[in-house]
């Protein structure tokens, strides 16, 4: 099945209120593997490190943006200006892969998030396993076990996640998603700690960041700017 890892954390799209960083463990047959790491001090400023890329992912202020090094020079994207290209969006051009977003946009409705009445601890924190029964575009339905805790700090960094993935949403030019998985979960108060075996956390801190951890490295280019910089010179 599709995995569900950034679909359930898209539930709580409030704003953060402290911020913090959370280290994800991120596997699946469709990831790349390896540990994601998210920085955030609200739900409009969150910093996305991939595992395994040689980019990050910004959201500042709301936009979206794509930080990358290459012939030692710094490329700042602003992904609103692929939004409409050929790959552009989520997961697309210029967007490293974050094992897990693309079954956002296909997902429609939450049916049923069910309590075991079985606990899990991860990264220290004790949490609920539940199973949760979505719908995707094409109408088919699926179920995964989630474990889910109300500590604070995991329902804040699921706030700052949904956020982000929101704005990557409205980038791809796709009907925002998680409005339904938001009344589901954002009224019961919780966080995800894990997903199956495709998303589970690591450790989570509530230190917040500090502020040069969201700002622009460099001013922010768009596709066709980009393009003009790979052209030969005459």
């Keep these: ?3 569900f890892s950034a679909l359930v954390l898209l539930a709580f799209s409030t704003a953060a209120a402290a911020g913090g960083t959370a280290t994800v463990e991120v596997t699946g047959d469709n990831a790349a593997g390896g540990n994601m790491t998210m ?3 609200d739900a409009d400023n969150v910093r996305i490190d991939p595992p395994n890329q040689p980019a990050y992912m910004l959201l500042r202020g709301g936009k979206a943006y794509t930080v990358m090094s290459t012939g030692g020079r710094t490329i700042v994207m602003d ?3 692929i939004s409409n290209m050929p790959g552009g969006g989520p997961g697309g051009m210029g967007s490293p892969d974050m094992g897990g977003t693309s079954a956002i946009s296909r997902a429609t409705a939450v049916s049923d998030i069910d309590a075991t009445g079985k606990r899990e601890t991860i990264a220290g924190i004790e949490g609920e396993t539940y199973t949760v029964t979505w719908t995707d575009a094409d109408g088919t339905s699926h179920s995964g076990d989630a474990v ?5 700090t995991v329902v804040e960094m699921s706030q700052a996640f949904g956020g982000f993935i929101e704005a990557m949403a409205a980038i791809g030019n796709n009907k925002p998603a998680g409005d339904a998985i938001s009344e589901k979960l954002a009224a ?3 966080g995800v700690l894990r997903f199956e075996n495709q998303f589970r956390l ?3 801190s509530d230190e917040t960041p500090s502020a040069d951890t969201f700002e622009l490295p460099a001013k922010p ?5 980009m393009m003009k910089g790979m052209q030969p010179s005459q």
């Design 188 to 190: 019961e108060g919780l």
């Design 79 to 81: 992904l609103a200006s």
């Design 1 to 3: 099945m599709p995995r």
């Design 221 to 225: 280019m768009n596709l066709q700017d």
């Design 148 to 152: 889910l805790s109300d500590n604070g």
């Design 202 to 204: 690591a450790e989570i």
């Design 39 to 41: 920085r955030w001090q």
